[in-house]
């Protein structure tokens, strides 16, 4: 394959879901392509944007019903794959890392067993091979005694150690495209700085490509490539992420407006009046 | 001073398990001032306020409230004077409860009278109107949720307002609004805030003063124009300044853990 292919090609994602007045869709009409890079996906809640992410790997709750014309993966219809396939993509080729470990860890497991399972589901390695490239993986996310951390069930580790668990565990089967879906929103702020430099480590050193999910604009501008922002479930306008303060959407301009900044003075900040006309484009 | 705060000292737990939550705190705020209290979690800053609000009675020093000393229990008058908004207005209202019913009860408790004239004023005050009386919680928005959050604390016309991370549950636009309502709030009625948050930007907006904590412990008080120029005199604060300004490879790689 050609390495200049995109990742992934995404055109028209729909995602709906039945309501009593009829279907009603959270994702309409999403396009992108994402190559070997950070793409963030900013929004508000209500915006598709954790949607979007999800219906990549067809984890959208029945009654959902996610289309597109086209969902590819390195040239692989997702949409036309078997759930066996799917079994196999998921983890393995396109992982994801929700936003709080407290849910999405096993808190019955130790957190070394968690991760050397998730390598040993996709590879044929024995348990000791599994736990030795578990402990590596735990060192990779800076966890500081891997072997000390290993033996601990997820309630005995904190906020910012259970995040790091939780990427060790998705990047130990060495996936291309990584999504990020609010992965530091429960974090503080300086752990949430060490958590995305560890991100930006393994994007670049690995070639992977990475859909970083997020409400925080100034997050995604400093941490993203390029960026995609939605609302009402559709891409009003999309940038480089060093260019989102020349931003010409109204929507985006008002948000970034109702920010506010450490280094202005204080005062009333611009609020946002939502034109109908958005939910058009 | 309106809240003056002495060696202040919360713990958790018994015999080895005993965690030290706030650390000897002493901070005073003027009357008619908006101070904020600042820190990353577990740094005891929603502790300082749950003690003051009377929420937490494991404590031991000294706190005033409007010039009275405060037990661990409090009077019921205190909460006339002293009222609380807390972060998740989805958790904060009783939900089979409608609006008016929400804030007809903190007037039935203290006696006040009047409550039809009172309802309709706070709502109107907060932006809300009288459409919204009749509602119940799960048929408003969050930020609408917290605007009946801000009614139910200033429906006593109390003189302070304690605010635990007010804004942290909402959109950045929603936040926008509520911001702006506390601080017209504040100018018409002469309160004395004391905002809780993690946020630095959110107290550059709302507060004249703030103070910084670790750990249980206050690392400095500074103005929010020192805040603005990033004069911050200990490494902590501006360890915490850097990290709110967005995402840098090398800054990152700087930070240390303070003890």
Known sequence: ?281 | MMIDIRDLRVRFGQGVDTVTAVDGVTLSVREGESFGLVGESGSGKSTVLRAVSGLNDEWTGRIAVAGTEQGPVRQKGFYKLCQMVFQDPYGSLHPRHTVDRILAEPIAIHGLGDADARIDRVLRDVGLGPSFRFRYPHQLSGGQRQRVAIARALVLEPRVLLLDEPTSALDVSVQAEILNLLRRLRMEHGLTLVLVTHNLAVVANLCDRLAVMNRGRLVEEMSVEDLRRGAAREPYTLQLLRASQGYDRATAESFRDYA
């Open chain 1, 1 to 281: 394959m050609a390495d200049n292919s995109p990742l992934l090609d995404v055109s028209n994602l729909r995602v709906a879901f039945p309501t009593r007045t009829g279907m009603a869709e959270a994702v309409r009409g999403v396009s992108f392509t994402l190559g070997r890079e950070k793409l963030g996906i900013v929004g508000e809640s209500g915006s598709g944007k954790s949607m979007t992410g999800r219906s990549i790997l067809r984890l959208v709750p029945p009654p959902g019903r996610v289309s597109a014309d086209r969902l590819a993966f390195r040239g692989e219809d997702l949409l036309a794959a078997s759930a066996r396939r799917m079994r196999d993509i998921r983890g393995r080729r396109i992982a994801i890392v929700m936003q709080d470990p407290k849910y999405s860890l096993n808190p019955v497991m130790t957190v070394g067993h968690q991760i050397a399972e998730a390598y040993r589901v996709h590879s044929k390695a024995g348990a000791a091979e599994a736990k030795r490239r578990a402990l590596e993986m735990l060192a990779a996310v800076r966890i500081r005694d891997p072997e000390r951390v290993y033996d601990r069930y997820p309630h005995e580790v904190s906020g910012g150690m259970g995040q790091r668990i939780m990427i060790a565990m998705m990047l130990i089967p060495d996936p291309d495209l990584l999504i990020a879906d609010e992965p530091t929103s429960a974090l503080d702020v300086t752990v949430q700085m060490q958590v995305l430099a560890i991100l930006d480590d393994l994007c670049s050193q690995r070639g992977m490509g990475m859909i970083f999910v997020s409400h925080d604009l100034n997050l995604v501008a400093s941490f993203c490539d390029r960026i995609l922002i939605m609302y009402a479930g559709r891409v009003v306008e999309s940038c480089r992420a060093s260019e989102l303060h020349a931003a010409q959407h109204p929507y985006t301009r008002g948000l970034l407006a109702s920010l506010p900044r450490i280094d202005e003075p204080p005062g009333d900040l611009p609020v946002l009046s939502r034109d109908p006309a958005w939910l058009e484009g």
